[in-house]
């Protein structure tokens, strides 16, 4: 599978969100989504990162990254 390798990233209010969107299959995409205070590594402990599901189906990356911040934005609206 292919890799858009880029994190793409946004500002909500008082979270950052990244999302990196990942070729499924030929005619699926996926998401990965990390969520943490601005300012903070996003790699540590304190991240939230979660993936689309598996019955998610995003026919190409721009989907997939739409989803993925939308969900970015709805777990940063929790962590607030």
Not at 45 to 51: D, R
Not at 57 to 67: G, N
Request: with cysteine; net charge positive; proline share 1%.
């Amino acid at each position: 599978m292919t890799e858009v390798g880029e994190w793409k990233k946004k500002v909500y209010e008082t979270h950052e969100v990244q999302v990196q969107v990942k070729q499924r299959s030929q005619s699926e995409w996926s998401y990965t989504v990390r969520v943490c205070r601005p300012g903070t590594n996003i790699r540590a402990a304190g991240t939230l990162s979660e993936t689309s599901l598996i019955t998610d189906h995003f026919k190409s990356a721009e989907a997939a990254l739409v989803a993925g911040f939308a969900h970015g934005e709805r777990l940063a609206k929790q962590l607030a």
